[in-house]
C-alpha cells in the first residue's frame, strides 16, 4: 500500500474548475494535496509513493452513471452486484446508482441496506441503490421514501414503468420534495406503446413490427413537467429520445421549473434503421428514434437542455436476446463501452470534450445529490485515467460484465479507460 499516489504529466480537465491544462496531480490520503504544472517535482522516489506517468493521457474527475441495472436480487445470471461494479470500475465509473426493478423489487429499506451492505464489502466504484416510487412498480401504493433514503437511496424511480396515474405522481412528487429526493420518471404512455417492439415509422412498418409513438414519452414529459413546476419537487427524465421531449424540457427549464434530463449513448449514437435485420441487440426500451431525433439529443445535451448522459446498462443473457424480436428483452450493456463510444462524438466534433466530461460526472452528480468530482486541491481523490488514442476492439473476453448484449460488439473504437481511482484507491487498471 502506498501512501503517496503521483499522476505525472496528464492532461487534467474539470469543467466546474475551467481547468484543462497538462499538471501533475499528487494524491495522499485520498484526497488530492497538489494540483499543478511540475505539482510532484519536489516528491522523492520511495516505497511509499507509486507514481503513474500520465503522459499521453487524460484525467477526467470521478464518472458518475445515474442509470444502471445491476440485476441483484433475483437475475444474477444476467449480472450481479460484484460483476456490476467491476463493470463499472472498468469504464471509469467511481459511482454508480441502481435502478430498483430487481426481483423482487427494491421498495423496502431491507432491500436498500442489502444493496449497500454488500457493495461496500465488495470494495471498489460506490453502489447508490434509486428505489423504487410505488410498491412493486405497479403505479399505486407509494413507497416509504423516509426510510429509503434514510437508508442509502438517492432517488426514486419506476424505471422500466411509467407513473402513468397523474394523482399517483404528484404525490409522489410532494413526499419525494419533502426530503429532497429526485423523482426520476420512465416516461412512457403504456396504452400508446402495447404491442410496441420498436419505433414507429417506415422501418416498423417494413419489418412488419408492432411501433412505439415518440408521442408516448412527450406526452408524459409534458404532464410531469407541469406537475413538477406545481409542487415545486426535483424531477428528472430518464433516457430521453425524442425531439419533442427536448423541446418540452428545454422550455420548462426556461421557466425555471427543476426538470432535469439523462440521455444514453445509443439514443445518441444509432438510429431506428439499425434495427433492419431484426438485431435483437438493438432493441432497447425506449427505442432508437430517427436521425432528426438524435441530433435533437445532441443539440440538446451540447446546450445543457439534456443535463447529463447515463447508460442505462442493461445486461441480459442469450435467452433473453436470442429469440425473436417481439419476445427479446429489451436493453443493451453499456457501463465499459460509454466512454469510448462518446470520445468518438467528440472527434467528430459532434460534441464539446468539456462538455462530455461534465454530463458524466459532475452533473449526474449533483443530480444524485453526490459529493461532486473535482480535480482541485483539497477535493476527494475520485478520477478517472484516459488513453485517448488507444485502438481496441470491443469483445466478449475483453468485458468484465456477465452479460454480451451490445450491437457494438466487434466494433474498433479509441479510447481506453487505463485507471480508475475512488478515494484515492486505484480500483481498476487497464493494460494498454
Known sequence: MHDVLVVRRVRAID????????????????????????????????????????????????LV????????????????????????????????????????????????????????????????????????????????????KDAGAVGVSDDGRCVTSSVVMRRALEYAHTFDLPVIQHAEDHALTEGASMHEGEVATRLGLGGWPAVAEDVIVARDVL??????????????????????????????????????????????????????????????????????????????????????????????KECTFKEASPGMIGLELCVPLLLGLVRDGELPLARVVEALSQAPAKIAGLDVPRLAEGARADFTLVDPEHAWTIAPERLRSKSHNTPFMGQTVRGLVTATVVHGDVVFEGAR
Open 15 to 62: 469543467p466546474k474548475g475551467e481547468l484543462d491544462a497538462v499538471v501533475d496531480l499528487v494524491i495522499e490520503r485520498g484526497r488530492f494535496t497538489r494540483v499543478g504544472k511540475d505539482a510532484a517535482r519536489d516528491i522523492p522516489a520511495s516505497d511509499r509513493v507509486r507514481v503513474i506517468d500520465g503522459d499521453g493521457q487524460w484525467a477526467f474527475p470521478g
Open 227 to 320: 406537475l413538477a413546476e406545481h409542487v415545486g419537487a426535483k424531477y428528472h427524465l430518464a433516457h430521453v429520445s425524442t425531439r419533442g421531449a427536448a423541446r418540452i424540457l428545454a422550455e420548462a427549464k426556461s421557466r425555471g421549473v427543476r426538470a432535469t434530463a439523462e440521455v444514453t449513448p445509443h439514443h445518441l449514437l444509432l438510429t431506428h434503421e439499425r434495427v433492419i435485420g431484426y438485431d435483437t441487440a438493438c432493441k432497447v426500451n425506449p427505442p432508437l428514434r430517427e436521425e432528426a431525433d438524435v441530433a435533437a439529443l445532441r443539440k440538446a445535451l451540447a446546450d445543457g437542455t439534456i443535463d447529463c448522459i447515463a447508460t442505462d446498462h442493461a445486461p441480459h443473457s442469450v435467452l433473453e
Open 65 to 148: 452513471d445515474l442509470h444502471a441495472h445491476l440485476r441483484e436480487p433475483g437475475q444474477e445470471y444476467k449480472e450481479d452486484i460484484r460483476s456490476g461494479l467491476a463493470a463499472a470500475a472498468a469504464g471509469g465509473f467511481t459511482d454508480v446508482c441502481v435502478m430498483p426493478n430487481t426481483k423482487p423489487v427494491n421498495d423496502t429499506r431491507a432491500i436498500t441496506e442489502m444493496l449497500v451492505g454488500k457493495a461496500r464489502d465488495i470494495g471498489g466504484s460506490r453502489l447508490h441503490p434509486i428505489a423504487a416510487i410505488t410498491m412493486g412498480q405497479r403505479g399505486e401504493e407509494l413507497t416509504e421514501m423516509a426510510d429509503l
